[in-house]
């Protein structure tokens, strides 16, 4: 949700400049419309589009308190540690996600991949920027912690590698049925199959147990997903 003691009019002025501006980082013109049409839709949900949420963050528009990438981050903490190595993968244009993690980081960096990224100057030296497709290809620094916060189609490829590399996993699904072509006819099947994907990479190997979390008290009704290892007797 937007701090109340930001005008309507800071928020459209300040993200109407930076759409001007990027663009031609943004080939999706329907998202593009979409984004433009609802500048103040984090009045009412915490849950926006996604280049939106980003701008939130970005400006400081948003409320710590309610803020979805900050609570994601609590998860992270809770269930694993920000002080390793973490590979965000579908980080999004702006990846704001991997920016609070390296900027919470003692240690370790977050490479985060995505080849529709806009320009970014953090000036973070834990912080790498990949703007490139993550693939199963994709090397990997051992004992990486892979995330993704609704990445949609990349999140297929994010548990095949957790699988077949063994890596600590925590993805946030959504709800939009991305693989259509292929077969998920709709988004219950989509997340049906992920999950099942995750069930599969702690089954086959040493990363424990499949768990869940919400994050539906800001507004977020989509699970997410997470290994935890088990402890050595």
Not at 45 to 53: E, F, H, K, N
Not at 170 to 181: K, M
Request: proline share 5%; glycine share 4%; charged share 30%.
């Amino acid at each position: 949700m937007l701090k109340e003691n930001i005008s309507d009019e800071k928020v459209k002025e300040t993200l109407r400049d930076y759409l001007i501006k990027n663009k031609k980082f943004t080939p999706d013109k329907e998202e593009l419309k979409r984004v433009e049409d609802r500048l103040l839709w984090g009045r009412n949900s915490s849950l926006t589009i996604p280049l939106l949420r980003q701008l939130y963050d970005l400006y400081g528009f948003e409320d710590e308190k309610t803020s979805i990438y900050l609570n994601f981050i609590k998860l992270i903490e809770e269930h694993f540690s920000l002080d390793r190595n973490i590979i965000e993968v579908a980080g999004g244009p702006i990846p704001r996600l991997s920016f609070q993690i390296a900027s919470r980081q003692t240690k370790g960096k977050v490479t985060v991949y995505d080849p529709l990224m806009h320009p970014t100057d953090y000036n973070l030296d834990n912080l790498v920027i990949k703007k490139e497709l993550f693939t199963e290809k994709t090397k990997v620094p051992k004992d990486s912690l892979l995330i993704g916060f609704m990445p949609c189609e990349a999140t297929e490829v994010l548990l095949r590698v957790a699988h077949r590399r063994e890596l600590d996993f925590i993805v946030a699904l959504c709800g939009c049925s991305p693989n259509n072509s292929e077969g998920y006819y709709d988004d219950e099947v989509w997340m049906n199959n992920m999950e099942y994907l995750a069930y599969s990479a702690v089954r086959d190997t040493n990363l424990g147990e499949l768990k869940h979390a919400t994050l539906d008290d800001y507004d977020d009704p989509y699970p997410i997903l997470y290994n935890k290892r088990l402890m050595k007797k």
